[in-house]
């Protein structure tokens, strides 16, 4: 990403984490975490990829509810960022944190016998 696409990437992102702190009443939406935000080459497209920490259950429902108020999400972003056109928002969840404790937990199952010291050969 360029230097613009990463500062209006953060800036996005800061203000949609703000909008579901303090703004959004959706019960849906409580707790939700703006975990990455990806705009295209031209600030047309914002891929913003969102977790409900600890909560992978309410993915339905964190994305209905997104669906819900995406035209007041739009809204209120195009009222306070410096773009001509705000970007069409395309939410997504975040699986990354559940692959991860996945992962861990896949490595910490194995059993991998301690390995002998090698004796010199002289």
Do not use: C
Not at 37 to 42: A, Q, T
């Amino acid at each position: 990403m360029t230097l613009k696409q990463e500062r209006m990437a953060d800036r996005i992102r800061e203000i949609l984490s703000e909008l579901f702190l303090f703004e959004v009443s959706d019960p849906a939406l409580q707790g939700l975490t703006v975990t990455e935000v990806v705009l295209d080459r031209e600030l047309e497209y914002a891929n913003i990829y969102v977790n409900a920490l600890g909560d992978e259950d309410r993915a339905e429902s964190v994305m209905a509810g997104l669906r819900r108020a995406h035209g007041f999400l739009r809204r209120e972003l195009a009222s306070r960022i410096r773009l001509r056109r705000a970007p069409e928002l395309r939410f997504h969840w975040d699986e990354t944190l559940s692959r991860a404790a996945r992962i861990e937990a896949l490595l910490d199952s194995l059993k991998i016998p301690p390995t002998e010291p090698e004796k010199d050969k002289d």
